[in-house]
T-cell receptor
Framework: QKEVEQNSGPLSVPEGAIASLNCTYS??????FFWYRQYSGKSPELIMS????GDKEDGRFTAQLNKASQYVSLLIRDSQPSDSATYLC???????????FGSGTQLTVLP | GAVVSQHPSWVICKSGTSVKIECRSL??????MFWYRQFPKQSLMLMAT?????????EQGVEKDKFLINHASLTLSTLTVTSAHPEDSSFYIC???????????FGSGTQLSVL
């Protein structure tokens, strides 16, 4: 079992729709979770962080965490073409609180 | 936000040569820096964790004698790929943070191509 698994892409949604990205993780000790967006050839940029069970909203983005199910998700409302990128789920782990990245879900928002 | 500068952005080298990549925290002191490698269409894989003044901790499967990491100061960490081969061609990314409970900042990455 991979440490971090994300729903296989690519995922295409029309402009204005909701994009749903899912992630499961294996380390029950992980307490902090991050979603990053990465454009091709660029380094990741932080979109959301979540630490507690439930929902966390920031603008068009909502992160959801369920530690019992070891599941974290990201919803993007009113998707825009500029949201087209690869989204990486990254739980923290270990004493140094390293990030373990999932393989990413490539999202394409069609105009 | 804090800035992490990574140089060079891209480098092409001949097989067998060594390449050094620098990662600098420009406006904060980074107690910890991380080095990642990313192959095309794949995710970031952590190579090593680097703490200032101490030896880096390498992830399983990463050759410490091939990927030399030096974190000599609170603002600079270097990754040297020794005797590079074509299979080392990859996107290398560093990240840094001031303290364990603070945000992580990423460098812009270095695309290494070994001919």
């Amino acid at each position: 079992q991979k440490e971090v698994e994300q729903n296989s892409g690519p995922l295409s949604v029309p402009e204005g729709a909701i994009a749903s990205l899912n992630c499961t993780y294996s380390d029950r000790g992980s307490q902090s979770f991050f979603w990053y967006r990465q454009y091709s050839g660029k380094s990741p940029e932080l979109i959301m962080s979540i630490y507690s069970n439930g929902d966390k909203e920031d603008g068009r983005f909502t992160a959801q965490l369920n530690k019992a199910s070891q599941y974290v998700s990201l919803l993007i409302r009113d998707s825009q073409p500029s949201d087209s990128a690869t989204y990486l789920c990254a739980p923290e782990r270990g004493s140094a609180r390293q990030l373990t990245f999932g393989s990413g879900t490539q999202l394409t928002v069609l105009p | 936000g804090a800035v992490v500068s990574q140089h060079p952005s891209w480098v092409i080298c001949k097989s067998g040569t060594s390449v050094k990549i620098e990662c600098r925290s420009l406006d904060f002191q980074a107690t910890t820096m991380f080095w990642y490698r990313q192959f095309p269409k794949q995710s970031l894989m952590l190579m090593a964790t680097s703490n200032e003044g101490s030896k880096a901790t390498y992830e399983q499967g990463v050759e410490k004698d091939k990927f030399l990491i030096n974190h000599a100061s609170l603002t600079l960490s270097t990754l040297t790929v020794t005797s590079a081969h074509p299979e080392d061609s990859s996107f290398y990314i560093c990240s840094a943070r001031r303290a364990i409970n603070e945000k992580l900042f990423f460098g812009s990455g270095t695309q290494l191509s070994v001919l």
